[in-house]
């Protein structure tokens, strides 16, 4: 069983249009996150969610929207996409532990998103 | 400004020790530093995480000083499997900010 999961592994659209990008864990964690990896690598946070509840929300354009139906999923829909969207977006989950916020976290295996 | 502070690349040989360090200033003092590792066309993978001292579990060693402004990850005695992209990741006091160090390529050679 995968603990991670994104769907779809690729997505390739056209510049205007709106996607989105579903992430599930079955690890019984309560903090989820979504990263963006661009060209040269380079990691970002983008949203955590703890409990469906918001907790980071980084810099990012309002196009892009996460939605929390439950502890197990963190969806990330993007509007109006634009050829600078372009990446791997990573999805993960951790457990948090006391005054631990943040320990181990579980990354999916991305979704690269290619806007044209 | 917060900032995680990585070398971009490493060089090793099969057999030596691999020591990376990551530099982090003004870091949440209750929470880990930890560390992953990348492989291409993969998802991070955690190696170890640690909040003071010296931590070891069977792949890695983690030292943080005192003043917990730097980490070092030691990988004993790579193998070729262990070429990949190494990244650490603290949580800043600046509105607990996570954020991940540029990655550390490592290439072992044999």
């Known amino acids: 069983d995968t603990a991670v999961s994104q769907t779809p592994k690729y997505l390739v659209t056209q510049m205007g249009n709106d996607k989105s990008i579903k992430c599930e864990q079955n690890l019984g964690h309560d903090t989820m996150y979504w990263y963006k990896q661009d060209s040269k690598k380079f990691l970002k946070i983008m949203f955590s969610?703890?409990?469906?509840?918001?907790?980071i929300n980084e810099t990012v354009p309002n196009r892009f929207s996460p939605k929390s139906p439950d502890k197990a999923h963190l969806n990330l829909h993007i509007n109006s996409l634009e050829l600078g969207d372009s990446a791997v977006y990573f999805c993960?989950?951790?457990?948090?532990?006391?005054?631990?916020?943040?320990?181990?976290?579980?990354f999916g295996p991305g979704t690269r998103l290619t806007v044209l | 400004l917060a900032k995680t502070t990585q070398p971009i690349s490493m060089d090793s040989y099969e057999g030596q020790e691999v020591n990376i360090t990551c530099s982090h200033n003004?870091?949440?003092?209750?929470?880990?530093i930890t560390w992953y590792q990348q492989f291409p066309s993969q998802g991070p993978r955690f190696i170890i995480q640690?909040?003071?001292t010296k931590v070891t579990n069977e792949v890695a060693s983690l030292f943080i000083p005192a003043d917990r402004k730097s980490s070092t990850l030691s990988l004993p005695r790579v193998s070729l499997s262990d070429t990949a992209v190494y990244y650490c990741l603290p949580r800043y006091n600046q509105g607990g900010k996570l954020i991940f160090g540029q990655g550390t390529e490592l290439s072992v050679k044999p």
């Open positions: 003004n870091i949440a003092t209750n929470d880990y």
């Open positions: 969610y703890n409990n469906k509840e918001l907790i």
């Open positions: 993960a989950s951790s457990q948090r532990t006391g005054t631990r916020s943040y320990n181990e976290q579980f």
């Open positions: 640690g909040y003071k």
